[in-house]
Structures are given as C-alpha cells and as structure tokens.
T-cell receptor, first 113, second 114 residues
C-alpha cells in the first residue's frame, strides 16, 4: 500500500540555520503531496501542497519540490526561527481513490534562539 | 477560511465505558471526514474514512462495532469509542476534506481512560 517515510525523528537547530527534512514516498498511483505542521496542543495545519510532479510548493519561507524520479518531497527552509519549532509531517493522498491522507511518522524540529 | 472544530477537547472516562466525540466543519462542505488516532509519539493511525453518499470504510484493526461513526450532513461528524480501555487512549483527530485534496484538521479530542 501507499506509504510515506521520514527518516529523521528529531532535528535540533539554532535560529538562522538551514532546515532540511527528508521525505520519500511509495505509491502505485499519482499522488498529491503535502507538508503539515503541528504545534503543541493543536491539530495538524496544512503548510504546503503540490499536485504536479516537478513542481515546487512554497509557503511561509518553506519549500518542497515534488520529485517523481526519486519519489521524494523534502522540506527546506533557508533560515529558521524559534517559532518554527513544531512537528512536521509529510503526507500523500491517492487522487484517484478519494482516500484519506497517509502520513509519515513526523519530524520534531526544535529551534533554539 | 476553512475551520474544523472538535469537542470535547479532553475527556476522561472509566475503563469499559463509552464516550462520543464530535467534529464540525465551518466555512466549507466536508464531503469526507477521516478519523485518526495520534499516539504520544505523534504517529497517526487512520481509523475510518466517511464519505457522503458512500459507506464508511474502516481500516484494519478498527471496526464499526467499536468506533461507530455518524456523518449525517456536510458539516458534522461524530464518532463514539465504545467500551474504552487503556489501549484506546490518545488524541483523536478529525480531518475534513472539501472539494480539494487537502484535509483540514480540528485540534483533536484527547481521550484518557482510567
């Protein structure tokens, strides 16, 4: 079945550092890809989505490129702030099946001032 | 904008009792609602997907007999946890989808079982 892999469980950074979160996916169909962010005490919030291969999604300084060749959707941000501390989830949905989102295991990002 | 409310935010029930949680979509029509349980380690388990005008599809390890779901209209869904035990603890999230592919989530209902 469809799956999403996030290898990094935890990333610890200082303000202004570069953020990179690895995400790869496996599916037999042509998915839409997402990044969600979850702050303490809240539900996941949509950060960005990309529906077309080779396209890039950009939001709030974060960006991710849908790479169909490497089946990856890595998240990057050039300069993180303390307020970016949260859990980040990569996710996909099978556009043909009308199914629910499939989430990765999440990456906790901690940014110190 | 698209908002999803869930209530209660927290609930405590005794082992063997049941509790009902609700999910309301505001600002859009929820053509489908997915219920998830999130563990303390933040991993998601999909419980079921409810799509208007279709049967509710439960994932493996989750049954209608244990987690009955109601989705009577395009703005409301509820799920009950019957005979709750320790292994049912967690944060229950509802993700509502409109006409796009993204899901909008509520803040969750945190279930504690004593």
């Amino acid at each position: 079945g469809d799956s999403v892999t996030q290898k990094q469980g935890q990333v610890t950074l200082s303000e202004d550092d570069f953020l990179f979160i690895n995400c790869t996916y496996s599916t037999t169909t042509y998915p839409t890809l997402f990044w969600y962010v979850q702050y303490p005490g809240q539900g996941p919030q949509l950060l960005l989505k990309v529906t077309t291969a080779n396209n890039k999604g950009i939001s709030r300084g974060f960006e991710a490129t849908y790479d169909k060749g490497t089946t990856s959707f890595h998240l990057q941000k050039a300069s993180v702030q303390e307020s970016d501390s949260a859990v980040y989830f990569c996710a996909l949905v099978d556009r043909e099946g009308g199914r629910a989102l499939i989430f990765g295991t999440g990456t906790t990002v901690s940014v110190s001032p | 904008g698209a908002l999803v409310y869930q209530y209660p935010r927290r609930t405590i029930c005794k082992s063997g009792t049941s509790m009902r949680m609700e999910c309301q979509a505001v600002g859009f029509q929820a053509t489908s609602v997915a219920w998830y349980r999130q563990s303390p380690q933040k991993t998601f388990e999909l419980i079921a997907l409810s799509t208007v005008n279709s049967a509710i599809k439960y994932e493996q390890n989750f049954t209608q007999e244990k987690f009955p779901i109601s989705h009577p209209n395009l703005s409301f869904s509820s799920m009950t946890v019957l005979n709750a035990y320790l292994e049912d603890r967690g944060l229950y999230l509802c993700g509502a989808r409109g006409t796009g592919y993204e899901q909008y989530f509520g803040p969750g209902t945190r279930l504690t079982v004593l």
